[in-house]
């Protein structure tokens, strides 16, 4: 009986520690390497035609810095303009998928040049 109180405490508890690795594990789509959630046919339609994925996927920005991403590729580079229903749904998608890290496991180290 004792043994059987144990194995359950363990259970539990290995239980309480695998779990976060479940609910943050994330499915890629195989063709581009995006991840799969919602607005991914809509960016995987719209931002993979004149580049590869990657370009998404190398890169961390906030809500605001993708926005002027968007704009400098609309200005510069020929990106059509999207109806704000897509535009809001692409920029939910990549400021959700593709947001800065927040934690970092040790600070960055103090290099002192001499
Ligand atoms: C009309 C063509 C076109 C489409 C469509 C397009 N891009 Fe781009 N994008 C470019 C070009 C050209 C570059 C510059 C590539 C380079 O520097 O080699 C670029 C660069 C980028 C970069 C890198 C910017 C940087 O600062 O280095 C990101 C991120 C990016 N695109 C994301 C997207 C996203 C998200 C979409 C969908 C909303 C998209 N692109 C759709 C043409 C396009």
Known sequence: MRITGILIVFIIMLTLVLMPGYASAVKLDKETGLVIGKGFDTVKSNCTICHSAMMITQNRMDRNRWLETIRWMQKNQGLRTFKPDTEK??????????????????????????
């Not at 692409?90 to 934690?103: F, G, M």
């Open 89 to 114: 749904e692409i920029l939910d998608y990549l400021s959700t998928n593709y947001a800065p890290e927040k934690a970092y496991r040790r600070p960055p180290l103090k290099v002192e040049w001499e």
